[in-house]
């Protein structure tokens, strides 16, 4: 086992693991939150921080992915990790570190996943091997997709982009916590592919995001890409069109 204290009053308790033939131990936290569960209140609106919890948690296992239709996933190598459990409680990351030292100063690299922003999940790749033979702390995040991440309509009352904020809050607990898993917070790499690298390259551009990391690798992605950005108009748009195929319901209008 492996433990993490995050504060006076809350750690974690993670498992040691390896990579395929290399020596290194690793150790590995799952499921960890990073944000307050965006129900509730909380739904479509920018995620909040986490308050920790009392006591050890347990971070043998990944935590649930955002609600999608996963059938697009079933022809990649990856089918066979599709995840059963899903929520909107979904904002939670995963570390691997060869080292626990605090005083480590490790590199980090944050993995934001792709699935073009309708769905897609932290687990689709284990970080075990890249801490292992990279020497570097390795994290991977959730982050809300689909209608839940960027519905939005076109103005104040649900601005949107719910799911590149998440990306950010997530950055943010990592400036505050991933000195305890033994990683630089001054030494902050993010990657992503896909949806993941156009998140990549959104932020880098944007404000909110500065100094949150250091450099970044946007992989068959960019917002350049036609159709990854809309109008304001088009966006309200998409969301009238969302209330129609969903009969209407009650919560849509709720939120109009």
Same mark, same amino acid.
């Given at each position: 086992?492996?433990? &993490?204290?995050?504060?006076?009053?809350?750690?974690?308790?993670?498992?040691?693991?390896?990579?395929?033939?290399?020596?290194?131990?690793?150790?590995?936290?799952?499921?960890?939150? $990073?944000?307050?569960?965006?129900?509730?209140?909380?739904?479509?609106?920018?995620?909040?921080?986490?308050?920790?919890?009392?006591?050890?948690?347990?971070?043998?296992?990944? @935590?649930?992915?955002?609600?999608?239709?996963?059938?697009? =996933?079933?022809?990649?190598?990856?089918?066979? &990790?599709?995840?059963?459990?899903?929520?909107?409680?979904?904002?939670?990351?995963? &570390?691997?570190?060869?080292?626990?030292?605090?005083?480590?100063?490790?590199?980090?690299?944050?993995?934001?996943?792709?699935?073009?922003?309708?769905?897609?999940?932290?687990?689709? $790749?284990?970080?075990?091997?890249?801490?292992?033979?990279?020497?570097?702390?390795?994290?991977?995040?959730? $982050?809300?997709?689909?209608?839940?991440?960027?519905?939005?309509?076109?103005?104040?009352?649900?601005?949107?982009?719910?799911?590149?904020?998440?990306? =950010?809050?997530?950055?943010?607990?990592?400036?505050?916590?991933?000195?305890?898993?033994?990683?630089?917070?001054?030494?902050?790499?993010?990657?992503?592919?896909?949806?993941?690298?156009?998140?990549?390259?959104?932020?880098? &551009?944007?404000?909110?995001?500065? @100094?949150?990391?250091?450099?970044?690798?946007?992989?068959?992605?960019?917002?350049?890409?036609?159709?990854?950005?809309?109008?304001?108009?088009?966006?309200?748009?998409?969301?009238?069109?969302? =209330?129609?195929?969903?009969?209407?319901?009650?919560?849509?209008?709720?939120?109009?």
């Amino acid at each position: 086992m492996a433990n &993490v204290q995050l504060s006076e009053t809350a750690s974690l308790c993670g498992v040691e693991t390896s990579a395929r033939d290399h020596p290194a131990r690793v150790f590995a936290f799952k499921g960890i939150p $990073y944000a307050q569960p965006p129900t509730g209140n909380r739904r479509l609106r920018p995620p909040e921080p986490l308050k920790l919890w009392q006591g050890q948690r347990d971070a043998s296992k990944y @935590g649930p992915i955002c609600h999608q239709n996963t059938d697009a =996933m079933k022809n990649i190598p990856h089918k066979a &990790v599709i995840p059963d459990e899903q929520s909107e409680d979904c904002l939670q990351l995963n &570390v691997w570190t060869p080292s626990l030292d605090p005083s480590a100063n490790k590199a980090v690299m944050v993995w934001i996943h792709g699935g073009g922003f309708a769905g897609g999940w932290s687990s689709m $790749y284990e970080g075990v091997a890249l801490a292992a033979y990279e020497d570097v702390v390795f994290v991977s995040i959730n $982050y809300r997709c689909g209608l839940l991440g960027f519905l939005s309509t076109g103005d104040e009352v649900i601005p949107g982009n719910y799911g590149l904020l998440d990306q =950010m809050e997530a950055l943010r607990w990592i400036s505050k916590y991933i000195r305890k898993f033994g990683g630089n917070p001054d030494n902050v790499t993010i990657l992503g592919q896909s949806a993941g690298g156009i998140s990549c390259a959104m932020l880098l &551009v944007s404000e909110a995001a500065q @100094g949150l990391f250091h450099r970044a690798i946007c992989q068959s992605g960019t917002c350049l890409i036609p159709g990854m950005t809309w109008s304001q108009d088009t966006a309200k748009g998409n969301t009238l069109n969302a =209330m129609k195929k969903l009969g209407e319901t009650k919560l849509l209008y709720s939120i109009m």
